[in-house]
């Protein structure tokens, strides 16, 4: 806690961290008064990476934390299930009916893996998210879960290639000669990173964005280019053929340094620039150009997202573009290399903090199969049906594939659920019991991050609102109503955190709890350059750069870097989103990966799509023909012409006239003017209202006219579109 800047001395400045799932992890400035509220949210300037400023949504944090709509007490359910119908009640009775039900599941014919437990990253706390639950759920022996919905492809991708979740570092993007921002929205996604890049950027680096997309990042970049979806890691052989074939390679690095090279020359050898233009939609020259930038480059810096590899073969998308720094041995400095993710710096001690130790192993489910987990007897992998679900920093009903299965799921009467919430979300709708949960001002965590080398801690600034509690509070109580008797449930928050920091892994050293709390924030590591390669070598890692794939030989005879075309239907069913699919069916690590053929039930898959898509067409195109021949529009014309013949204006040299279908019916048919008509003439851009409801009604049918015309409120003008007689 520190004071504030303001001659306000009876306030308070908190140090936090932004909650978010964002490689930024922006270190934060809370500003309390005198009544214990927060008044303002605001980077810290002193933090490297978060440089003063947050972004619009964390800069309005505060409006969230007050929100009217927040949930401050139980909630227990007393309508249909999916109504949203409840009633406030205690927390002595929340938890006593959860712990009895929990423990009528457990003590059952399905035992204990009938519950299971679905969390993501609501918040990226270690606490709040992954601590106090996981000993609470290992305790118990419910089933566990495989939370993959996100980014595991592109994390085993790195792994194959760097032997870890790690990539270069920003604060070296200064010293980058060229940087490729592949695959992310970096203005949106990462704006703490546009800085560094614009420091590149004057000391001459050039910016290339690649991205089926023009997003806004693609036009502050000195170079759009847009590759076909899915073809990412043929872009990455196009632009490899082109590096052995002109010899662009650092010779040294990759004899000391890493394995597989020639297996990689071969598969390069495959993609001219020919057959990469065709797969990838980027015309040779341009593919060549890029490849000739890339390799005359000394420290090049790849930025890659977790977009890339949201498609079958993303996984692999992603270790094949990893390997291009290996080959031009851009890792020697600082400001090469790539990036995707650097949460594998962070080696906090995730044993001690999710004591995973605790009660009997248990089987595995993945979230991404919650749909088929809920619907089938065995809930999709073997074992007893799921009987119990527990939700928190997460929204399944709103996120999870497969939603149409997953709310057969929610629907199941005997289906026992509980969500910890912020708001009442489109899961809490289907719980039983819905317990509201602190937000980030509100509680204790700590925090790694994925696009820096900072652990942060975040103190809570303010008291919990309501009866709202932390994560951790409500599993601590949990387990006390269950009458758990393992100690470690009743640690409290900063004894874990402490716990967390217990690691003598050499990049904590100086992370210490002190450190944190006097600081907010310590870099992991502090000794090691800007580029984890700076020397060569990847001391930070578990095996060299394997361009084969070392790191997880055992899985296949063959992992050399690959493209493989995104059958996105592959093994799923027709109503399961794209971008999920690499972690959705997950049969094997491979699959992850892309390594597939597509069988008979992916060119079926296929078939059906080009039939919607020519039905669709077909639908778009009668429509259209329809709209040539309509009667009403030709109807239209016709009165358009008697108007002019009886010298009423109308048409683009003056503001268009709004008539009712009788006025239009009567001079169209000749049968003379109605005694209505002064009234129901109008013009679009008179100040006076029509003075009859008919009027008043005609007068919202404008026609489409010149730029003094503007329909319905519409702030931009619709351009005069007469149909033709």
Same mark, same amino acid.
């Given at each position: 806690?520190?004071?504030?800047?303001?001659?306000?001395?009876?306030?308070?400045?908190?140090?936090?961290?932004?909650?978010?799932?964002?490689?930024?992890?922006?270190?934060t400035?809370?500003?309390?008064?005198q009544?214990?509220?927060a008044?303002?949210?605001?980077g810290?300037?002193?933090h490297?990476?978060?440089?003063?400023?947050?972004?619009?949504?964390?800069n309005r944090y505060?409006e969230?934390?007050?929100h009217?709509?927040?949930?401050?007490?139980p909630?227990?359910?007393?309508?249909?299930?999916?109504s949203?119908?409840?009633?406030?009640?205690?927390?002595?009775?929340?938890?006593?009916?959860?712990?009895?039900?929990?423990?009528?599941?457990?003590?059952?014919?399905?035992?204990p893996?009938?519950?299971?437990?679905?969390?993501?990253?609501?918040?990226?706390?270690?606490?709040?998210?992954?601590s106090?639950?996981?000993?609470?759920f290992?305790?118990?022996g419910?089933?566990r879960?495989n939370?993959?919905?996100?980014?595991?492809?592109?994390?085993?991708?790195?792994m194959?290639t760097?032997g870890?979740?790690?990539?270069a570092?920003l604060?070296g993007?200064?010293q980058?000669?060229?940087?490729?921002?592949?695959?992310t929205n970096t203005?949106?996604?990462?704006?703490?990173?546009?800085p560094?890049?614009?420091?590149?950027?004057k000391?001459?680096a050039?910016?290339?964005?690649?991205?089926?997309?023009?997003t806004?990042?693609?036009?502050?970049?000195?170079?759009?280019?847009?590759l076909?979806?899915?073809?990412?890691?043929?872009?990455?052989?196009?632009?490899m053929?082109?590096?052995?074939?002109?010899d662009?390679l650092?010779?040294?690095?990759i004899?000391?340094?890493t394995?597989?090279?020639?297996?990689l020359?071969?598969?390069?050898a495959e993609?001219?620039?020919?057959?990469?233009a065709?797969?990838?939609g980027?015309?040779a020259?341009r593919?060549a150009?890029?490849?000739?930038a890339y390799?005359?480059?000394?420290? =090049?810096? $790849?930025?890659i997202?977790?977009g890339?590899? *949201?498609? !079958? %073969? /993303? &996984?692999?998308?992603?270790r #094949?573009? =990893?390997? $291009?720094p290996?080959?031009t041995?851009h890792? *020697?400095? !600082? %400001? /090469? &290399?790539?990036?995707?993710? #650097?949460?594998?710096?962070?080696?906090?001690?995730?044993?001690a903090?999710?004591?995973?130790?605790? &009660?009997?192993s248990?089987? #595995?489910?993945?979230?991404?199969?919650?749909?088929?987990?809920?619907?089938?007897?065995?809930?999709?992998?073997?074992?007893?049906?799921?009987?119990?679900l527990?939700?928190?920093?997460?929204n399944?009903?709103a996120?999870?594939?497969?939603?149409?299965a997953?709310?057969?799921?929610?629907g199941?009467?005997d289906?026992?659920?509980?969500?910890?919430?912020?708001?009442?979300?489109d899961?809490?709708?289907?719980a039983?019991?819905?317990?509201?949960?602190?937000?980030?001002l509100?509680?204790?965590?700590?925090?790694?991050?994925?696009?820096?080398?900072?652990a942060?801690?975040?103190?809570?600034?303010?008291?919990?609102?309501?009866?709202?509690?932390p994560?951790?509070?409500?599993?601590?109580?949990?387990?006390?109503?269950m009458r758990?008797?393992?100690?470690?449930?009743?640690?409290d928050d900063?004894?874990?955190?402490?716990?967390?920091?217990?690691?003598n892994?050499a990049?904590?050293?100086?992370?210490?709890f002190?450190q944190?709390?006097?600081r907010?924030w310590?870099?992991v590591?502090?000794?090691?350059?800007?580029?984890?390669?700076r020397?060569g070598a990847?001391q930070r890692l578990t095996?060299?750069?394997?361009?084969v794939?070392?790191?997880?030989?055992?899985?296949?005879?063959?992992l050399?870097?690959?493209?493989?075309?995104?059958?996105?239907a592959?093994?799923?069913?027709?109503?399961?989103?794209?971008?999920?699919?690499?972690?959705?069916?997950?049969?094997s690590?491979?699959?992850?990966?892309?390594?597939?053929?597509?069988?008979?039930e992916?060119l079926?898959?296929?078939?059906?799509?080009?039939?919607?898509?020519?039905?669709a067409?077909?639908a778009?195109?009668?429509l259209?023909?329809?709209?040539?021949?309509?009667?009403?529009?030709?109807?239209?014309?016709?009165a358009?012409?008697?108007?002019?013949?009886?010298g009423?204006?109308?048409?683009?040299a003056?503001?268009p006239?709004?008539?009712?279908?009788?006025?239009?019916?009567?001079s169209?048919?000749?049968?003379?003017?109605?005694?209505?008509?002064?009234?129901v003439i109008?013009?679009c851009?008179t100040?006076s209202?029509?003075s009859?409801?008919?009027?008043?009604l005609?007068?919202?049918?404008?026609?489409p006219?010149?730029?003094t015309?503007?329909?319905?409120?519409?702030?931009?003008?619709?351009r005069a579109?007469?149909?033709r007689?």
């Amino acid at each position: 806690m520190i004071l504030p800047s303001s001659a306000d001395i009876s306030a308070t400045v908190v140090r936090g961290v932004c909650p978010h799932d964002c490689p930024d992890t922006c270190a934060t400035l809370v500003t309390v008064d005198q009544n214990g509220r927060a008044t303002r949210i605001q980077g810290d300037p002193a933090h490297p990476v978060t440089n003063g400023f947050l972004c619009a949504k964390v800069n309005r944090y505060l409006e969230r934390t007050y929100h009217p709509d927040r949930l401050t007490t139980p909630l227990r359910r007393v309508g249909a299930k999916g109504s949203g119908l409840f009633e406030p009640c205690t927390w002595d009775d929340a938890l006593s009916e959860i712990a009895a039900r929990l423990d009528a599941i457990r003590n059952g014919p399905h035992g204990p893996e009938a519950i299971l437990p679905y969390s993501y990253a609501g918040t990226m706390g270690q606490l709040q998210g992954s601590s106090m639950d996981r000993r609470f759920f290992h305790a118990i022996g419910a089933s566990r879960l495989n939370r993959t919905i996100c980014a595991e492809a592109g994390r085993v991708g790195m792994m194959m290639t760097v032997g870890a979740s790690i990539g270069a570092d920003l604060e070296g993007v200064p010293q980058s000669d060229l940087i490729i921002l592949w695959g992310t929205n970096t203005l949106t996604a990462n704006p703490h990173l546009w800085p560094f890049i614009l420091d590149a950027r004057k000391q001459g680096a050039r910016v290339i964005c690649i991205d089926p997309i023009r997003t806004r990042t693609a036009e502050q970049c000195d170079e759009w280019i847009a590759l076909k979806p899915g073809t990412d890691a043929a872009l990455a052989l196009g632009i490899m053929h082109e590096l052995f074939a002109h010899d662009w390679l650092d010779h040294d690095y990759i004899a000391q340094h890493t394995v597989g090279v020639d297996q990689l020359r071969a598969r390069a050898a495959e993609w001219t620039l020919e057959r990469t233009a065709a797969v990838t939609g980027v015309s040779a020259e341009r593919i060549a150009a890029l490849a000739a930038a890339y390799g005359a480059a000394k420290a =090049a810096f $790849l930025r890659i997202n977790y977009g890339l590899q *949201r498609h !079958a %073969g /993303g &996984g692999m998308a992603v270790r #094949t573009i =990893a390997c $291009l720094p290996a080959l031009t041995g851009h890792w *020697r400095r !600082a %400001g /090469g &290399g790539v990036s995707l993710s #650097t949460s594998g710096a962070f080696a906090f001690n995730t044993h001690a903090l999710q004591r995973p130790d605790l &009660g009997a192993s248990a089987r #595995t489910i993945n979230m991404s199969l919650l749909g088929d987990a809920l619907t089938t007897p065995d809930a999709g992998v073997g074992g007893p049906p799921v009987m119990a679900l527990v939700v928190y920093n997460s929204n399944p009903a709103a996120v999870a594939p497969d939603r149409s299965a997953v709310m057969r799921g929610f629907g199941r009467e005997d289906l026992f659920t509980v969500v910890l919430e912020h708001f009442r979300t489109d899961t809490a709708d289907w719980a039983d019991f819905v317990l509201p949960a602190t937000t980030q001002l509100e509680h204790w965590d700590v925090h790694t991050a994925y696009g820096h080398f900072y652990a942060s801690l975040n103190r809570p600034a303010i008291a919990p609102i309501g009866e709202s509690l932390p994560n951790t509070e409500i599993f601590r109580r949990l387990a006390t109503a269950m009458r758990l008797d393992e100690p470690s449930l009743r640690d409290d928050d900063i004894t874990m955190i402490r716990q967390a920091l217990e690691s003598n892994h050499a990049h904590m050293n100086g992370v210490t709890f002190e450190q944190l709390a006097d600081r907010g924030w310590v870099r992991v590591d502090p000794t090691s350059a800007v580029s984890p390669g700076r020397t060569g070598a990847f001391q930070r890692l578990t095996a060299p750069q394997g361009i084969v794939g070392q790191a997880l030989g055992a899985f296949s005879p063959n992992l050399s870097a690959q493209f493989r075309a995104a059958w996105e239907a592959v093994n799923n069913r027709w109503n399961q989103w794209v971008l999920n699919y690499t972690q959705g069916k997950q049969l094997s690590l491979l699959r992850n990966l892309g390594f597939d053929s597509p069988s008979w039930e992916d060119l079926a898959y296929v078939l059906i799509g080009i039939i919607v898509s020519v039905s669709a067409a077909g639908a778009v195109w009668s429509l259209w023909e329809r709209t040539q021949h309509d009667p009403w529009l030709r109807l239209l014309a016709r009165a358009r012409k008697q108007l002019h013949k009886a010298g009423i204006p109308s048409g683009p040299a003056t503001p268009p006239r709004a008539l009712s279908p009788t006025a239009i019916r009567s001079s169209v048919l000749g049968r003379g003017k109605s005694r209505s008509t002064p009234d129901v003439i109008s013009n679009c851009s008179t100040s006076s209202p029509p003075s009859t409801p008919r009027a008043r009604l005609s007068a919202t049918r404008c026609w489409p006219g010149p730029s003094t015309c503007r329909r319905r409120g519409s702030r931009t003008p619709r351009r005069a579109r007469w149909p033709r007689v």
